[in-house]
């Protein structure tokens, strides 16, 4: 939106911002301005107002503005400009997204570890697998006295994990692992990957841990929706 607060008219003004991901998909990010529109005239104490859409071609955390009007009018030897401290903001881009509908993890041998079932509340903590010889440290509980008697030594039952899965996404952010430039670079296919793998997740109810191997993040294992923001603000 341009006001014009004179009496007088105003000619040829260009409206431009500091948008650094313009452009920033292929290269460097973008250090001049932006050109939004220009408007031919604006009569005193008139405004015009436009829309536009700008594509935020890579992820990451910009400092947007200050918005900027110039005109070199009428002959195009001088520019003067004014600026908007008003119109200086912070700009997150998160990385973009492609469906996931199925993550099944290999040497899984049930859906609940597979990661395609979400452990019922209340389930327990462990289920028996097998039966073995007592071994000192067991606890006295566990041992199965009928197999004991028949064997004529102590026999244990012995349990494993009854948990649902809980999935890692570690990032090799060494530089010199890295191939390709802008978003077709190698690391920006794995960020989004990561981010989409993150979403699954999350939607399945998995405990999740983002890792980066070579000075990157490293969380905490949880789940839900806040923690899935947080992850997308990490990646981006």
Known sequence: QVRNLGRLPRYLVEVADHLPFVGAANGALRQEPVLLG??????????????????????GRYSIGPVQLQSAFPLGLTQISRTSAASLATLIVYPSLFAITALPLKGCPRLIHRGERALPHGAGSSE?????????????RHIHWPSSARSNRLMVREFEPLAAAALGIALDCHPG????????????????????????????????????AGHGPEQERQSGDAHFQLILETLA
Request: glycine share 14%.
């Open 38 to 59: 220009q408007l031919g005239s604006l009569g005193g104490g008139q405004e015009a107002r436009f829309t536009l859409q700008v594509r935020a071609e890579k992820r």
């Open 128 to 140: 028996y697998r097998s039966l073995r010889e007592y071994r000192p440290g067991d606890p006295p």
């Open 177 to 212: 692992g890295q191939a390709g430039e802008g978003r077709r670079s190698t690391f920006e296919i794995m960020v989004k990957v990561a981010a989409s793998l993150a979403r699954f997740a999350c939607e399945q109810g998995l405990p999740l841990r983002l890792l980066g």
